[in-house]
């Protein structure tokens, strides 16, 4: 990623802020006098590189490489893709390295920052100076420790350096001794480090890999449980794996999700440091249970989320978000520091076991995936990814911790100045959902890697250096033109405001979909004697997870969560009926008939032709009289829009039309006309509603070519047909009327509208018209 200087002539402490040239702000802040750092530097130059170089050809000749004749002893089917990568891998002009893991990198960033968090403040003002050989050099620095690139301060740094590299070892050996007793509980481990049985992978790759089970939970309530099927009773021993190890333990197929009570956050695997920043309570002893931490909403989604199951929820909305990202925002976290704790512990291991000149060949750990980034976010605008960033630093930082590239990351994602001054002036008649969704930066093409250590969130980091991605369907879409090995090793998958991504362009998501776990172009500097079996084997699919939040229940959505996940831990889709109390429909206020007309189609494919059709043929010559002015037709589909709009402009109707492409100009011009009665329809598309909310006048029919995705939206625009909007001429005359169209896979839409009960009896019915009458006085 690209730097560059951002502020007025005082510079900051921030190592990479400067321009690539600036070597003054990119040295570091932790000496007092900079130029004589520099005349140091140039003396020394010689000595560091040559020692380095002689380190690196130590460590070269030390370790032993890899041959491929290890797995020649399997058959050629068994070893094919592990083959077909190390073949891929070996045409690669640079040799192949044993892992320095980019964790082991993160690591030295936390120690250098943790040097720097105890330091004194000193502002260092001296001279830039453009050498292209000190630049290099300080690029070297920054690979092994971007330490100090946060609010640099001054200390001793021999005292710092041994505090920090002692508490390390300390960690690494308390971790190592619990290791083997979190082993047999920790959801991470069972899922993970645990290869998938031949009859298991049978049924995942089945047609119908999952048999159905319902449950319901206070809060979430009805819960549709999709756990993998049971395999018939075979009394042989599993197949070995394709690389030819026999596994003494197998994952487990999911089963049925237990609520568990007064248990602390702890025992659920989560991580201490994360428990103790949750609980905002003083003198805290990171024993309260998950109850007193977490809301019943939070609760219930992070048991399901912890085990590592797929999990879809439409009744997302503004009052609840913050709660479902602080759930998915904290998984994502604890998933991250485990694998990094974990490689940094065989790290660990494998340097003792050098030290001790016990050979290394033997030792194998497998704890990798083919690419470092292990969570993705999808999020649809960068006021979205804004509150992510400010969530995961809240989760993760303790009160010394730091978040690099800060001033950036609020530059290029905050609010605008001129946006700020605008929402101090504008007038507040927008609804509460818009204002949530809009509030801040709207742009949205966007991506951000974000590296995770323990006391740092390190923002901008590289695709291959990040723990953490987040970017919108638009921005991904534009990298994956170029490169996708960065989600082949993609362990959680989060889509946040799925209905926001379907109303932005739904195949954007799906291109993702079909760009994850694709076999890499290139090795990324991975030790391939690191990565996971199951990883190698191709089997990834199988161990991702797929968190889908919506605020509406979206068929396609649904697809997305069926279709594209066979999640081995089992999925859970929450369904619940609408009840009377929460329709929309009892919502509209003015004194409306409302006609729901259902239309014949064999097949959700088909219905977008009989959908038309019925349109033309039935509903449409109505409205050539002359007393049925003013009509809006609302649509959904923007291919429907162009649709009927070519069909109009052949009938010679008098129409215009507004949708999302349309000119504020010409947007305003159609909306006096058709409000002055000289256009007599008004074509007018669900995205410009959704993006403008705007308030049209003069509407005295209004037909709902299909139901809103939004149940919201159907009362707003009945609502529009009171007298306070209408045209002085047809104030007070009663005559105004709704007209709706709809088949038997609207089902969703029309339950969000009139209550899941009456929809089904009016899918049901024998009478193809059912009439509503609502408001009045």
């Known amino acids: 990623m690209g730097r560059g200087r951002r502020g007025g002539p005082k510079r900051g402490n921030y190592k990479n802020h400067g321009s690539r040239g600036n070597k003054s702000t990119r040295g570091g802040g932790n000496f007092k006098n900079k130029r004589k750092f520099n005349q140091d530097r140039d003396g020394k130059k010689d000595d560091t590189s040559e020692s380095k170089r002689q380190k690196l050809q130590q460590e070269k000749e030390a370790v032993p490489i890899i041959e491929e004749e290890s797995s020649s002893s399997e058959s050629e089917e068994e070893v094919k893709p592990y083959t077909q990568l190390l073949s891929m891998f070996k045409s690669s002009s640079r040799a192949q390295q044993v892992l320095t893991s980019d964790e082991e990198q993160s690591d030295d960033e936390e120690e250098a920052e943790d040097m720097n968090d105890q330091s004194n403040e000193d502002d260092i003002g001296s001279e830039e100076e453009d050498s292209a050989q000190d630049d290099e050099e300080i690029e070297e620095e920054e690979s092994g420790s971007s330490a100090g690139v946060a609010d640099a301060e001054e200390i001793d740094e021999e005292n710092s350096i041994h505090e920090d590299l002692e508490v390390e070892s300390e960690e690494e050996e308390h971790s190592g001794d619990e290791e083997e007793e979190t082993l047999s509980t920790d959801p991470f481990h069972l899922h993970f480090d645990r290869e998938i049985n031949e009859n298991l992978l049978e049924i995942l790759t089945s047609p119908k890999p999952y048999e159905t089970q319902e449950l319901k939970w206070k809060v979430l309530g009805r819960m549709v449980v999709h756990l993998p099927t049971k395999p018939e009773k075979n009394t042989s021993q ?57 809301s019943p909403l939070q609760h219930e989604l992070f048991t399901l989320a912890n085990e590592y199951r797929d999990v879809y929820y439409p009744e997302m909305n503004h009052s609840n978000n913050d709660e479902i990202r602080t759930v998915y925002c904290l998984h994502s976290l604890n998933h991250v520091m485990k694998s990094r704790d974990k490689v940094l512990l065989h790290n660990a291991k494998l340097k003792k076991a050098k030290e001790n000149g016990v050979a290394t060949d033997e030792i194998e750990y497998r704890d990798q995936g083919l690419v470092r980034p292990r969570v993705l976010i999808i999020a649809p605008l960068r006021n979205s990814a804004v509150k992510i960033v400010e969530k995961l630093a809240t989760l993760l930082l303790p009160a010394k911790g730091q978040i690099i590239n800060k ?59 990040a723990d953490i991605l987040i970017a919108s369907p638009l921005g991904a879409r534009t990298l994956l033109a170029e490169d996708f090995d960065f989600l082949c090793s993609i362990e959680v998958l989060v889509i946040d405001q799925t209905d926001v991504l379907y109303m932005q362009n739904w195949d954007h998501v799906l291109h993702i979909f079909q760009h994850l776990h694709l076999q890499p172009r290139e090795q990324h500097d991975t030790d391939l004697g690191r990565v996971r079996l199951w990883a190698l084997n191709g089997y990834s699919a199988h161990y991702r997870q797929n968190l889908i939040f919506s605020s509406v229940a979206l068929p396609e959505a649904a697809a997305l969560f069926s279709r594209r996940g066979t999640n081995f831990a089992g999925k859970v889709r929450i369904e619940n009926a609408v009840t009377a109390s929460s329709t929309t429909v009892c919502r509209v206020l003015v004194q409306l008939p409302q006609a729901f007309h259902r239309f014949p189609t064999p097949t959700a494919a088909q219905s977008a032709d009989d959908r038309y059709h019925f349109f033309t043929k039935k509903i449409l010559p109505q409205y050539r009289d002359q007393i049925m002015s003013n009509t809006l037709i609302y649509i959904p589909s923007y291919y429907d829009y162009v649709r009927l709009r070519n069909h109009l402009h052949k009938e010679d109707y008098n129409f215009g039309q507004a949708c999302e492409y349309t000119p504020d100009g010409k947007l305003a011009q159609v909306r006096n006309r058709f409000f002055l009665g000289k256009k007599r329809l008004l074509l007018y598309t669900e995205r410009l509603h959704f993006y403008r909310r705007l308030t049209m006048k003069g509407i005295h029919h209004i037909i709902f070519y299909q139901l809103p995705t939004y149940p919201n939206f159907y009362p707003e625009l009945c609502n529009l047909l009171q007298d306070a909007f209408q045209n002085p001429k047809y104030r007070g005359d009663g005559s105004q009327t709704c007209t709706v169209l709809y088949s038997t896979f609207d089902a969703p839409r029309l339950a969000g509208i009139v209550g899941s009960q009456r929809a089904a009896e009016m899918l049901t019915s024998d009478r193809p018209v059912h009439l509503f009458v609502s408001g009045g006085s």
């Open 407 to 465: 001033d950036r990351f609020y530059k290029e994602f905050g609010e605008e100045k001129d946006d700020e001054g605008k929402a101090e002036t504008k007038k507040s008649y927008k609804p509460e959902d818009f204002e949530a969704v809009f509030t801040g930066n709207t742009d949205d093409s966007f991506r951000i890697g974000i590296s995770v250590a323990k006391r740092t969130l390190k923002l901008y980091a590289g695709f291959y250096k």
């Open 238 to 294: 599993p197949k070995p794996t394709l690389l030819g190890e026999t596994i003494e333990s197998y994952v487990i197929p999911g089963s049925l999700p237990v609520l568990k009570t007064g248990i602390p956050l702890s025992e659920y695997g989560v991580k201490l440091q994360l428990c103790s920043n949750l609980d905002t309570r003083p003198l805290s002893d990171n024993k309260q249970t998950a109850e007193e931490l977490l």
